[in-house]
């Protein structure tokens, strides 16, 4: 979230103000799968923009099928870009947070349908009728941010701001993006769980998943590890934990909605863990995956955490993030094992490039080909 509104490119059509940018359109179902695809490796070379910085991985039939490196993780260090960068994923929390609610209510300590009063204290009569659902699928009609994503905001302090908050539409009646909303599951969680966020997040979900380097602090990362951040003129912002941060993680204006770090080597984990039933059941599968809601101005839809998309290689499910300075996707199509998750640490260059551009063509393009190598 930024403090400014950031030019959008085809598929991001909504911005959060303040370090998270996410954009959910509908401009996956736009590209279309070439009837003879190149391999990978040269359609990710020409699609990249030369210049840019990141990681792409690609992968189906439960392996990788592609993952390389481009540029620099820390230009002044002279260390590039790898499989095993971490990155700071922005957006992409949601889904963590969206399955810690759901194993919540696996575990039988919350239901789907629970007022966020049972978790929250007091809520004022025009909240009332919020339920954890609507948090989970944006129809809670909260606001998209309170601030600045680095504001040394805690839980407490964001839960009444949050609460004292303007609706922007009666609950359950739209979908309207809110940052507010998964901030304020991510405070559900930890009293259902009663445990810490990231804790409940390590053990329940990275851990089952076989995940080492996904997480805030718990990790205990080594600053090499961690790629830095450039802007469009080249200019270098540090590592995430280099703004203010708790000694615990980011503050609560960004924690649960984004923000998390983690690897595209841990993120396969993920797909792997999500195609079994380590982590999710069947049932809470379904849920994850559901078209609770049709997102505004688009024939996409939301589930929990994920944006629903029928493209050429089938329905997908995805959702980008963004910042200032970066910007990432993770897709996963529902009828295979296919797995596409790119991040740039440098997404944006002033009279150059700009990745929003090559977004939906980055993302479809490589599920298109995940299997011709």
Request: glycine share 10%.
């Amino acid at each position: 979230m930024r403090r400014w509104v950031r030019r959008l490119g085809p598929v991001a059509v909504l911005v959060v103000a303040a370090v998270t940018l996410t954009g959910c359109g509908d401009g996956m179902a736009d590209v279309r799968c070439p009837w003879r695809a190149e391999p990978v490796a040269p359609f990710v070379a020409r699609t990249f923009p030369a210049g840019a910085s990141g990681t792409v991985l690609v992968a189906a039939g439960g392996h990788v099928r592609y993952c390389r490196g481009v540029g620099w993780a820390d230009r002044r260090a002279h260390r590039r870009a790898g499989c095993d960068t971490v990155y700071d994923v922005m957006s992409i929390t949601k889904q963590f947070t969206a399955v810690a609610v759901l194993k919540l209510a696996m575990q039988g300590r919350l239901r789907l349908g629970d007022r966020i009063g049972r978790f929250l204290g007091p809520v004022p009569a025009d909240k009332r009728r919020i339920t954890v659902r609507q948090l989970l699928t944006h129809t809670a009609g909260l606001a998209e941010s309170l601030g600045d994503d680095y504001d040394p905001v805690s839980r407490e302090t964001m839960v009444r701001a949050a609460l004292a908050s303007r609706l922007r539409s009666a609950p359950g009646r739209e979908f309207r993006y809110s940052n507010v909303g998964y901030g304020l599951l991510a405070a559900i969680v930890e009293h259902a769980a009663g445990t810490s966020y990231e804790r409940y997040l390590n053990r329940y979900l990275f851990a089952p998943a076989g995940m080492t380097r996904t997480g805030y602090v718990l990790p205990r990362w080594r600053r090499g590890q961690v790629a830095v951040e450039y802007d469009d003129r080249d200019r270098s912002h540090g590592r995430p934990f280099d703004h203010p941060w708790a000694a615990d993680g980011p503050y609560w204006n960004l924690r649960g909605n984004g923000g998390m770090l983690s690897s595209a080597r841990d993120l396969f984990r993920w797909q792997r863990a999500l195609t079994g039933e380590s982590v999710l059941s069947a049932w809470a599968k379904r849920q994850l995956f559901g078209r609770h809601v049709r997102m505004a101005d688009s024939d996409d839809h939301y589930g929990d955490g994920w944006v629903l998309s029928d493209t050429d290689v089938g329905e997908v499910a995805w959702h980008d993030g963004g910042d200032t300075w970066s910007l990432a996707v993770f897709a996963r199509s529902l009828r295979d094992d296919r797995m596409v998750f790119w991040v740039s640490n440098h997404a944006y260059q002033r009279h150059g490039w700009n990745l929003e551009d090559a977004q939906s063509e980055l993302t479809i393009g490589a599920l298109c080909r995940a299997r011709t190598d």
